[in-house]
């Protein structure tokens, strides 16, 4: 099993922005692409960003271009998901996965993590 352990989350007004990291392994991070993901009560989980293995090529999602970064911090072992302008609409349980097909939106099913909540309310 791939693991991976997400923290960062919480509750920030509309506007304001968060940090998330995603903690694995430097054989994973190594040698995969790396997601984030999130699901909201009643909607499907959705692909947000994603990284390479090499962290020169990157996806995101249209509802977050402009707004959200990803980045590979190696010597910490983390993927952050730097999260700015944060709509009410961006609240969910945000997940990170590693990806099976390149930065094409495509979590490995066996490596889920607990993920974590971001709730944006004021």
Known sequence: ???LVESGGGLVQPGGSLRLSCTASPFILAN?????????PGK???????????GHS?????????????????AKSTVNLQMNSL???????YYCAVNGIGTIFSPK?????????VTVSS
């Open 87 to 93: 709509k009410p609409e961006d609240t969910a349980m």
């Open 44 to 54: 499907e989980r959705e692909g947000v960003s994603c990284i390479s293995s090499s």
């Open 32 to 40: 995969y692409a790396i997601g984030w993901f999130r699901q909201a």
């Open 109 to 117: 099913s066996d490596s889920w993590g607990q993920g974590t909540q």
């Open 1 to 3: 099993q791939l693991q």
């Open 58 to 74: 990157t996806n995101y999602a249209d509802s977050v271009k402009g707004r959200f970064s990803i980045s590979r911090d190696n």
